[in-house]
Nanobody, 118 residues
Framework: QLVESGGGLVQPGGSLRLSCTGSGDTLDDYAIAWFRQAPGKEREGVSCIGESDDVGESVDVRFTISRDNTKNTVFLQMENLKPEDTAVYYC????????????????WGQGTQVTVSP
C-alpha cells in the first residue's frame, strides 16, 4: 500500500514537501512516480525516480523527487507553487524500461490534495 501525505493549502510562491510511504510494501523494489490530477483534467505525470536513484527527473524545475529507502519513503519537494499546481497528487509504483521510460503499475496511493491560493 502506498500512503501519501504532506498536502495542504499554501499561498502562491510557497513550498510543500509531499511524502509517499510504503505500508506493508518495500518501495525500493520499485521505481516511483508522482502524478497529479486537477479538476476536469486528466492525470499527468510530474516526476519519477528509479529504484536505486537518490534523485529523479521532473517535468518542472520547481519540483524535486528524491527517495530515502531507509525510511521506505519517496519525497516530492515543490517550490514556488502556483495556483495551476492545485491538484490531487498521487504516487505510483512502476518500473523504468530499457528505453528509460517510466511504466506505471496499477499500484496507486489514495492521493493528497494540494491547493495553491492566496
Amino acid at each position: 500500500q502506498l500512503v501519501e501525505s504532506g498536502g495542504g493549502l499554501v499561498q502562491p510562491g510557497g513550498s510543500l514537501r509531499l511524502s509517499c510511504t510504503g505500508s506493508g510494501d518495500t518501495l525500493d523494489d520499485y521505481a516511483i512516480a508522482w502524478f497529479r490530477q486537477a479538476p476536469g483534467k486528466e492525470r499527468e505525470g510530474v516526476s519519477c525516480i528509479g529504484e536505486s536513484d537518490d534523485v529523479g527527473e521532473s517535468v518542472d524545475v520547481r519540483f524535486t523527487i528524491s527517495r530515502d529507502n531507509t525510511k521506505n519513503t519517496v519525497f516530492l519537494q515543490m517550490e514556488n507553487l502556483k495556483p495551476e499546481d492545485t491538484a490531487v497528487y498521487y504516487c505510483n509504483a512502476g518500473r523504468i524500461d530499457r528505453d528509460d521510460e517510466y511504466k506505471p503499475f496499477d499500484f496507486w496511493g489514495q492521493g493528497t490534495q494540494v491547493t495553491v491560493s492566496p
